[in-house]
């Protein structure tokens, strides 16, 4: 059976687990979390980063060539065209999607995060002890603010940040007007992409994730809530009704690498 190396909360995961349940795969899923187990990965992949999918004795890195990879050796309901124009158009628009949304959806979380201490609190796993929940509720909005600056999240940073997922999503909502796909009549990996990505924007209302219930259908203030995008949202609702699998139990963990990387 195939095996993914994977953080829950990734997005990036997530792109790799709605394209195996798009293809109709079977799959073990590891937890990664902080750990020992960062060595163990780096041992096994020569990196630490996460999602790694396990195929057998080979480990593909990175999502992208986890999807390429799925293409080419499981080609049923495959994810890039044949055809060059609408192949260079998908492939274009997953490249777009993993450095925008992608990256500025994490700081735009972030930001979402530092200004609400329950949307802070019910990011935390179910298994998070109480008492640890009210103290991560409890650290003060400057002081996050202030870990903001050492990753590069600084209040204008993250300020453009949502400045360009509004373009984003209200480019996204002008296209999907008038077609059921981003590049034409049939799903590709460039939707599977932008839907998958779009996760930390606003989480779904079905359980998918193994995620707090309180996160489903939350997002980030100004993004999640706006009307003027509406139309993605409920097409990403739609897309994820098609093709990913309702989560029916717990992600399997083992004695797996860990990591907290992603991408």
Not at 88 to 116: P, T, Y
Not at 161 to 186: F, M, N, R, V
Not at 218 to 239: C, H, I, M, Q, T
Request: aromatic fraction near 10%; hydrophobic fraction near 40%.
């Amino acid at each position: 059976m195939l095996e993914l190396y994977q953080w829950e909360l990734s997005h990036y995961s997530e792109k790799v687990r709605l394209i195996l349940d798009y293809k109709g795969l079977n799959y073990r899923k590891i937890e990664v979390t902080p750990g020992m187990g960062q060595v163990d990965l780096f041992r096994l992949t020569g990196q630490k980063q996460v999602p790694v999918l396990k195929d057998g004795s080979r480990y593909i890195v990175d999502s992208t060539e986890i999807a390429k990879y799925l293409d080419l050796e499981y080609p049923e309901r495959p994810l890039i065209p044949q055809d060059p124009k609408k192949r260079g158009l998908c492939l274009l628009m997953e490249e777009w999607a993993d450095e925008s949304i992608g990256i500025k959806g994490r700081k735009a979380l972030f930001s979402a995060i530092s200004q609400d201490q329950n949307f802070r609190k019910s990011l935390l796993p179910n298994s998070t002890p109480d008492i640890f929940k009210t103290l991560v509720a409890g650290v003060p909005s400057d002081v996050l603010t202030v870990l903001g600056f050492g990753v590069g999240y600084s209040p204008d940073v993250i300020k453009s940040a949502i400045a360009d997922l509004k373009q984003d999503l209200e480019s996204l909502t002008l296209i999907l007007a008038d077609s059921p796909y981003l590049t034409g009549d049939e799903p590709t990996l460039a939707d599977l992409a932008v839907a998958s990505l779009s996760i930390l924007l606003k989480f779904p209302e079905v359980p998918y994730l193994d995620l707090p219930a309180g996160l489903r259908g939350k997002g980030v203030p100004g993004l999640a809530d706006n009307p003027d995008y509406e139309l993605f949202f409920s097409w990403r609702d739609r897309l994820y009704a098609q093709f990913r699998k309702p989560l029916i139990s717990l992600p399997t963990s083992g004695s797996a690498p860990t990591a907290i990387q992603i991408d």
